[in-house]
């Protein structure tokens, strides 16, 4: 099999084009994408701590500057929401906001929502397991963390159900070379998700809360667009990516049941598991960097200007790191995954995903400890967020 990240049958199973690019062609360009694919662990997690490569390369160039066609006019309401958000903005920028953003998004308080987690996971997973089965991604995996991260931005019950279409629609301008219809719908959910963002700081700032909206809204410094556009992100990376890596996780388990029988028989092997299932079917197999100045990768000189995709599921069963990679192992340590990124641009919200994902895990083992596949499921068309359509399963 090829690299094509437009196949569903790439998107199904990429690792064994992988280990063919990793080993034939590891810095390569990619006609068709026209991106230069980067697939050793090596070099991956060494691109990402570069600082010639961006995430943006507008804070040093133009469009035009950087051989780019300028961008069309009906997007921009989606850029500026998007490039109000510290992921695709470089330093000094960058540095500004996640330093405020922190201050806001501390440790102690991600950890304070250990709590209020397990105690959603617990009613999530004990439903599902009432009803005899369903949809896990449905009745599980998507209503724990938009409820999490909703709760914690102080997002009132009522308008929650409006989080999950916006964000899945703007998301997909993720993808590589979205259609014309995909791009109107995420503009259009700027715009509205922006406006409703912008009306609940306003009430917060008047009247503030115990959120993160209302910290936010009291952090000196931050506009308006970037608190809009800081929590957009935090919605979007907050429950997109943690769906898919909890349906990709269950389904890895379900795939490899010596595995599973192993974490029915030990919760204690809860936390290596969360990190062993980031690794073996990364949900954010790709992220994509551009080249503010010339590098030279595994003897390959990049040119500036360049856009490099950078594999992170490729990086994560390189078997220069991970003794048997291909092979699930619940107990692996050490694990030096690269799920969630690495340098300046590393997930600001990972210890909170990892607690979503040993929550929910712990929940699901206590509730529906005969956990079963109903049908075999199908994998969504997109790869840049890579991910389950549905997971069907009975107890």
Not at 25 to 38: L, M
Not at 61 to 87: D, K, N, Q, V, Y
Not at 169 to 195: H, K, N, W
Request: some cysteine.
């Amino acid at each position: 099999m090829s690299y094509d990240p437009w196949s569903p049958e790439f998107v199904a199973d990429p690792y064994p084009a992988y280990a063919e690019l990793r080993r034939d062609r590891p810095v390569h360009f990619d006609e068709p994408t026209g991106q230069w694919v980067v697939s050793r662990h090596e070099d991956v997690n060494a691109l990402l701590r570069d600082r010639r490569l961006g995430r943006t390369y507008l804070h040093v160039a133009s469009h035009e500057e950087f051989g780019r066609p300028p961008e069309a006019e009906f997007l921009a309401p989606f850029w500026r929401l998007i490039r109000a958000g510290m992921l695709d903005v470089e330093p000094p920028d960058h540095t500004r906001l996640r330093r405020l953003v922190s201050k806001a998004f501390t440790p102690r308080r991600v950890e304070g929502l250990r709590t209020r987690i397990r105690e959603l996971a617990g009613e999530l997973a004990r439903g599902l397991a009432e009803r005899g089965g369903g949809d896990l991604l449905a009745e599980v995996a998507e209503p724990l963390p938009v409820t999490v991260i909703a709760e914690m931005l102080g997002i009132p019950a009522a308008d929650q159900p409006l989080l999950r279409p916006w964000s899945a629609q703007i998301c997909g301008m993720y993808e590589l070379d979205p259609p014309d219809e995909t791009q109107r719908t995420a503009v259009r959910a700027s715009v509205e998700f922006s406006e409703y963002l912008r009306d609940l700081a306003r009430a917060r700032r008047a009247d503030p809360g115990e959120d993160l909206i209302s910290a936010l809204a009291a952090v000196e410094g931050l506009t308006e667009d970037e608190l809009v556009g800081t929590c957009v992100l935090l919605l979007n990376a907050g429950h997109e990516a943690t769906v898919n890596a909890t349906g990709n996780a269950w389904w890895a388990l379900l795939r490899n049941p010596d595995q599973l029988e192993r974490l029915r028989a030990d919760h204690g092997l809860i936390p290596t598991a969360v990190e062993e299932l980031l690794r073996y079917d990364t949900p954010a197999p790709m992220f994509e960097r551009w080249v503010l100045e010339d590098v030279e990768v595994a003897g390959v000189r990049v040119p500036r200007g360049a856009e490099v995709a950078l594999q992170l599921a490729s990086a994560n069963h390189d078997p220069a790191v991970f003794a048997e990679p291909e092979t699930l192992d619940l107990a692996r340590d050490p694990n030096p995954h690269v799920g969630f990124g690495a340098g300046i641009h590393f997930c600001l919200g990972a210890p909170l995903a990892r607690i979503e994902l040993t929550e929910s895990m712990g929940a699901l083992l206590r509730a529906a400890p005969d956990l079963r596949l109903r049908t075999e499921p199908k994998w969504k068309p997109g790869f840049i967020l890579r991910g389950l359509e549905s997971l069907h399963v009975e107890v």
